[in-house]
């Protein structure tokens, strides 16, 4: 069934409101003094901690409006989805990404078990998990690219050609020699 180009706009329309209140929810402070997670967060970053204070004050929100509305939970995850990717956007320390994600799943569990149901009205994990692997590849790289450059320089001062111009040794000589050496 095809849907009309007047419901799919209402329903953009829908979205928009819905995304627009949930970015100006008053924070209720009460909240924030007596929640370990967001005091947490609070200490580590303010950007992350907006984005959690928001998370916990819509929840709530969010759920009430599932009652009236059908998509709520898909624009609510789509929403928070929004918000990490802006946080990820600006902020590029590996460490505060993850703790995000890390963080912003544990608000959403403990409003889930805060909530008197059998059933859960919205599941949501983070869009990507987070890792942080850049910075051990390049040191792997560098420290690989090191031990090579040691071995040559060593092996070309115990070579017993005088001339050393005629003599050079490629890289797979030398992972052999430090294959042999360290193995």
């Keep these: 069934m095809h849907e009309t180009y007047e419901s799919q706009f209402k329903k953009n329309t829908d ?28 200490y580590n970053d303010h950007n992350s901690f907006h984005i959690g204070c928001l ?35 600006n902020n590029m320390i590996c460490g505060a990404n993850k703790l995000l994600n890390e963080n912003l799943k544990a608000l959403w569990e403990e409003k889930q078990k805060a909530q008197d149901e059998e ?27 090191y031990r090579e ?7 070309q001062r115990l070579h017993p050609f005088r001339n050393r111009q005629d003599f050079s040794l490629d890289f797979n000589t030398i992972r052999l020699m430090y294959t042999i050496c360290m193995g």
């Design 149 to 155: 450059n040691i071995i040559r320089y060593y092996m």
């Design 15 to 42: 979205k928009y409101k819905l995304f627009e209140g949930w970015d100006k929810a008053q924070i209720n402070s009460d909240v924030v003094d007596y929640n370990m997670i967001l005091k947490r967060m609070k």
């Design 55 to 89: 998370l916990y004050e819509n929840y709530t929100n969010a759920k009430i409006q599932h009652e009236l509305f059908n998509n709520v939970c898909t624009y609510f995850k789509e929403w928070l989805n929004n918000k990490v990717d802006e946080y990820r956007n």
């Design 119 to 145: 059933e859960n009205w919205c599941q949501w994990k983070p869009s990507t998990d987070y890792y942080c692997y850049i910075s051990k590849i390049k040191k792997f790289i560098y420290d690989k690219n």
